[in-house]
């Protein structure tokens, strides 16, 4: 198994430009997460999904969308890119079965909007 | 609102001492709780978890340690590596919520 995998890597945007973050797991999770991590900080959720077709706020949903139409595709949509988009975005997965859950980390994309 | 906080935001150790990272948690009815590791330019990953009816669980040479009474978890790394090199988060799951991150803790492990 691949894990989590996202794409980009590295990505330098234009304020005002869009873009889509990729995020696809082969574990067949249910759950699924968008995290940003800002320099020298922790983790702050931005959407997460329990499953296809639904989709749900996180704690920073301003700026981004998301959707579900796959249980392994979960990407990550950025409008209007804004300086204060700058940062690492990280996917995770989680199996979802309602218990106390580990959550696997993609690899993350550094995004610079310039 | 809810939050998790490491108390040292760096700790430096030499190379095959012991390492003690602390975290506090704020949610008294959180049930679950996990450190990851997170090496530069790469993603958390997974170390160890541990369920609030336990109060300790080993891995192989770490050791994590619930205080519920003061809402205090730590991570113990035993012979420090450099290898261990990261930054280290704890993580806490309320009841019906999700995974709450703390700011995490750099180690850093001197030859």
């Known amino acids: 198994n691949a894990g989590v995998t996202q794409t980009p890597k590295f990505r330098i945007l234009k304020i005002g430009q869009s873009m889509t973050l990729q995020c696809a797991q082969d574990?067949?999770?249910?759950?699924m997460y968008w995290y940003r991590q800002d320099p020298g900080m922790g983790l702050k959720l931005i959407y997460y999904?329990?499953?296809?077709?639904?989709?749900d706020k996180g704690e920073v949903p301003n700026g981004y969308n998301v959707s579900r139409s796959t249980t392994e595709d979960f990407p990550l949509r950025l409008e209007l890119a804004a300086p204060s988009q700058t940062s690492v975005y990280f996917c995770?997965?989680?199996?979802?079965?309602?218990?106390?859950?580990?959550?696997?980390f993609g690899p993350g994309t550094r995004l610079l909007v310039l | 609102g809810e939050s998790v906080g490491l108390h040292l935001p760096t700790l430096s150790v030499q190379e095959g001492d012991n390492s003690i990272i602390n975290c506090a948690y704020s949610n008294s009815a959180s049930d679950y709780f996990i450190w990851y590791k997170q090496e530069s330019g790469k993603g958390p990953q997974f170390i160890i978890d541990?369920?609030?009816?336990?109060d300790k669980r080993q891995g192989q040479r770490v050791t994590v340690l619930l205080n519920k009474t003061v809402k205090h978890l730590s991570l113990q790394i035993a012979a420090t590596q450099p290898g261990d090199s990261a930054v280290y988060f704890c993580?806490?799951?309320?009841?019906?919520?999700?995974?709450?991150f703390g700011q995490g803790t750099t180690l850093q492990v001197k030859p």
């Open positions: 993580a806490e799951n309320p009841p019906q919520g999700k995974l709450i």
């Open positions: 541990i369920r609030s009816n336990m």
């Open positions: 999904s329990v499953g296809a077709g639904i989709t």
């Open positions: 995770a997965s989680s199996p979802g079965t309602g218990l106390q859950e580990t959550q696997y």
């Open positions: 574990m067949n999770h249910n759950y």
